[in-house]
């Protein structure tokens, strides 16, 4: 399948039916990881933007205590704060003990919704539109200086701001204990991300604009002011990171202030890593066609993977992992189609179908769900609706 002279177009007929089928495999394997004595906890970070009507003097960033009392009022648990790059905003979900179910319903609302919320709230501060997309092009200018991460220097060049969605898992047993912290667990899971981001790109890089936003830090030679990952990569700093006592800018994590002064800074602090290791799958691109409920199903198939491993006592210490580029496009491209784009690497891969259905049949067998339907295997079914999406029609020049 090639991308040239071809247009995408959305589907939105079966969406109704979609969901309902994606809802139902995360029940399904949340109902499963319960059954083995396991929770997982998923969470987002969302990026974007919003631009502001052209006035005088008009820099101040805006307050976003408007919209974060309007996300409580409606049962979302997550808020709004301020991102790096000018008018850029970022959802950060709150730990509020949600399920992944409700986490994917959270974001989906904010998708649908925010930038309605936007303009009903801030219409009076000049907020013209808000933009969920993966580059916001000539968002901002500025060139940092060299060996900087901070200043900038007087060349005032447009920088393309790439916008991201984070997937955030951990797992606890239960005692409550965050099995990310144990020995090796967090190592496997990592490895099964890394293991399976390639052939499942299509899931959090939904739209060709994604593989642009991969692109820019070389494209426009914006490297130094970049740090978005453009392959998939482990460690505790790649795009599929473990975050266990280090974090990405290696920070000590987990530290929980233990002694104030008079005014208020911090004296002393205790380290308690074991509480916020996790998985950062840092690698998804902003979109309006992201779809939260088929990447809380991605992590959850992961989790899966590991806690099985980890049960039967076959976890061992994964192998060393080169890092891998993504593809350039959704598409397939190349003379001899050796570029092989997001679709066709989906559409001939088995791993998400197949767990699904394994986890689907074992369900069947203990007799533990008898509302699914089970006319054709979850797992076909919602690899199917997938590649639906993507309908490709040739444009006449």
Excluded at 18 to 29: E, G, M, R, T
Aim: charged share 20%; glycine share 6%; proline share 4%.
């Amino acid at each position: 399948m090639t991308n040239n002279n071809f247009n995408q177009q959305w589907s939105t007929s079966s969406t109704s039916v979609a969901l309902s089928s994606v809802k139902a495999a995360i029940s399904l394997l949340q109902n499963y990881l319960e059954q083995l004595g396991y929770q997982a906890q998923i969470h987002f970070e969302l990026e974007g933007c919003y631009q502001l009507e052209q006035a005088k003097n008009h820099t101040k960033k805006l307050n976003f205590g408007s919209i974060n009392q309007y996300l409580r009022s409606l049962g979302i648990d997550g808020e709004i704060v301020s991102e790096y790059w000018q008018n850029q905003w970022e959802y950060v979900s709150l730990f509020n003990g949600q399920s992944p179910l409700k986490e994917a319903m959270n974001l989906h609302q904010v998708i649908a919704y925010l930038p309605q919320w936007f303009e009903a709230l801030y219409n009076r501060n000049g907020v013209i539109k808000t933009l969920i997309k993966p580059v916001v092009w000539s968002g901002d200018k500025g060139k940092l200086a060299r060996g900087s991460s901070q200043i900038f220097t007087h060349d005032t060049r447009d920088v393309h701001i790439p916008n991201a969605v984070q997937l955030n898992v951990s797992v606890l047993d239960k005692k409550g204990n965050n099995l990310i912290a144990k020995e090796g667990f967090g190592e496997y899971l990592q490895y099964c991300f890394l293991s399976t981001s390639l052939e499942c790109c299509l899931l959090y890089l939904p739209e060709e604009a994604a593989f642009e936003r991969l692109a820019l830090k070389t494209r426009y030679g914006l490297a130094q002011e970049l740090c978005s990952p453009v392959d998939i990569s482990g460690g505790h700093q790649g795009s599929v990171a473990l975050y266990k006592k280090l974090g990405k800018h290696n920070q000590n994590m987990g530290e929980e202030p233990l002694l104030y002064d008079k005014y208020n800074k911090v004296l002393s602090v205790k380290q308690n890593w074991q509480k916020t290791a996790r998985i950062e799958h840092r690698l998804g691109a902003s979109s309006i066609h992201y779809n939260p409920y088929v990447n809380v199903l991605y992590g959850l198939l992961n989790v899966v993977d590991a806690i099985e491993a980890y049960e039967s006592n076959k976890y061992l210490s994964p192998p060393q992992f080169a890092p891998i580029p993504l593809p350039m496009s959704l598409f397939t491209q190349g003379e001899d189609a050796t570029q092989v784009g997001a679709i066709d690497l989906f559409k001939a891969s088995s791993w998400f179908s197949q767990r699904l259905n394994s986890v689907q049949d074992k369900f069947n067998h203990m007799k533990l769900n008898t509302t699914l339907d089970c006319s054709m295997p979850l797992g076909d079914k919602i690899k199917q609706m997938v590649l639906d999406n993507y309908q490709v029609k040739l444009t006449i020049k």
